[in-house]
C-alpha cells in the first residue's frame, strides 16, 4: 500500500538558510511523486514533480528535489529562504494501476522563515 | 489559463440547508476531484470525476452529492450537513486520470456548517 511520510510537522529556518523538507514515500510500484505548497487560505500550487525522467529535479521558486530509491525518499531543499517561503508543504504519492487511482498526501510541513 | 475557479469563497449554513459548491476549468481537463481540508490537515480525497463519469467515491456519505454537469464544470451539493463538516473544500482537475498527471487546484470554499 502507498503511503508518505513527512519528518518534522514545523521546521523553522533562518532567511538566507538552507531549507530541507524531508518526505519518505512507499510504494509498491514506481511512484510519482509531488510537493505542493499551501498559503493560508489557499488552494495547494505544484512545486515541483518527479516522473521518473530525472531523479533531480527542479521547480518552481528555486526549490528541488532529489529522488533516491535506495532510501526511499524525495527530500524538498531550497539554498537560501526567503519570507516569501513561510508556507505549509505537502508530498504527495500517485498510482493510478488497472482501474484504481490513488494520490495520497503526507501530513504536511509547516515551514518559519525567522528574519 | 491554468485556473481552477471555486465559487463562493465562503459558505455558512446551518444543518437544515441545502447549498452548492460550484468549480470550473477551462484548460480542457477530463478529470476533476473533491477534496475536503480540515485545519492543520492535508487534503482528503472524496469523489474523482474522469470524463464527466463519477470513477471513485471515498466512502463519503450521501449527504454530499457530486455532480458533473460537463466537462468544465464540477459541482458539489450538500444537504442535511453536520458541524464537523466545517472545513476547506478544495476542487481539482488534471489532464487525465494518469498518476502522473498535475492536479491544478482552486482557491478553495471555506465551509461553516452552524
Known amino acids: 500500500a502507498q503511503s508518505v511520510t513527512q519528518l518534522g510537522s514545523h521546521v523553522s529556518v533562518s532567511e538566507g538558510a538552507l531549507v530541507l523538507l524531508r518526505c519518505n514515500y512507499s510504494s509498491s510500484v514506481p511512484p510519482y511523486l509531488f510537493w505542493y505548497v499551501q498559503y493560508p487560505n489557499q488552494g495547494l500550487q505544484l512545486l515541483l514533480k518527479y516522473t521518473s525522467a530525472a531523479t533531480l529535479v527542479k521547480g518552481i521558486n528555486g526549490f528541488e528535489a532529489e529522488f533516491k530509491k535506495s532510501e526511499t525518499s524525495f527530500h524538498l531543499t531550497k539554498p537560501s529562504a526567503h519570507m516569501s517561503d513561510a508556507a505549509e508543504y505537502f508530498c504527495?504519492?500517485?498510482?493510478?494501476?488497472?482501474?484504481?487511482?490513488?494520490?495520497?498526501f503526507g501530513t504536511g510541513t509547516r515551514l518559519k522563515v525567522l528574519a | 489559463d491554468t485556473e481552477v475557479t471555486q465559487t463562493p469563497k465562503h459558505l455558512v449554513m446551518g444543518m437544515t440547508n441545502k447549498k452548492s459548491l460550484k468549480c470550473e476549468q477551462h484548460?480542457?481537463?477530463?478529470?476533476m476531484y473533491w477534496y475536503k481540508q480540515k485545519a492543520k490537515k492535508p487534503p482528503e480525497l472524496m469523489f474523482v470525476y474522469s470524463y464527466e463519469k463519477l470513477s471513485i467515491n471515498e466512502s463519503v456519505p450521501s449527504r454530499f452529492s457530486p455532480e458533473c454537469p460537463n466537462s468544465s464544470l464540477l459541482n458539489l451539493h450538500l444537504h442535511a450537513l453536520q458541524p464537523e463538516d466545517s472545513a476547506l473544500y478544495l476542487c481539482a482537475s488534471s489532464q487525465d486520470l494518469g498518476g502522473g498527471d498535475t492536479q491544478y487546484f482552486g482557491p478553495g470554499t471555506r465551509l461553516t456548517v452552524l
Open positions: 504527495a504519492v500517485s498510482e493510478a494501476t488497472s482501474g484504481t487511482y490513488k494520490y495520497i
Open positions: 484548460m480542457g481537463h477530463r478529470a
